[in-house]
Nanobody, 127 residues
Framework: QVQLQESGPGLVKPSQTLSLTCTVS??????????WAWIRQPPGKGLEWMGA???????FYNPSLKSRTSISRDTSKNQFTLQLNSVTPEDTAVYYC???????????????????WGQGTQVTVSS
């Protein structure tokens, strides 16, 4: 079974950079025809697709977040990361990493489009 686990700070101050790591076990982030996504859910709101990284290392971003977002990976650790710069309280959300079937990266927040999800991690942006 593939398992994903988010890790990182639960509290970030405004203007700082949020860095989260998704650790994958039971499967490789290099496996062909899968991609790995970051999705978040602000309190009381729906899911927001942030971006994804394919098994090739190609990255894709939500245009509304692209200027502040960077997704990368460490293949030796089977991890991929999210960096979100210049955070504000509007970035407070539960952040999820998830896996979806490729090869085409789809912009989707439909839960069933992802075969594996992390449990999510709460991130609060506050001074």
């Amino acid at each position: 079974q593939v398992q994903l686990q988010e890790s990182g700070p639960g509290l970030v101050k405004p203007s700082q950079t949020l860095s989260l790591t998704c650790t994958v076990s039971g499967g490789s982030i290099l496996t062909n025809d899968y991609y790995w996504a970051w999705i978040r859910q602000p309190p009381g709101k729906g899911l927001e697709w942030m971006g994804a990284i394919a098994n090739t290392g190609s990255t894709f971003y939500n245009p509304s977040l692209k200027s502040r977002t960077s997704i990368s990976r460490d293949t030796s650790k089977n991890q991929f990361t999210l960096q979100l710069n210049s955070v504000t309280p509007e970035d407070t959300a539960v952040y999820y990493c998830a896996r979806a079937k490729g090869p085409i990266v789809r912009v989707t927040t439909k839960r069933s489009d992802y075969d594996y999800w992390g449990q999510g991690t709460q991130v609060t942006v506050s001074s």
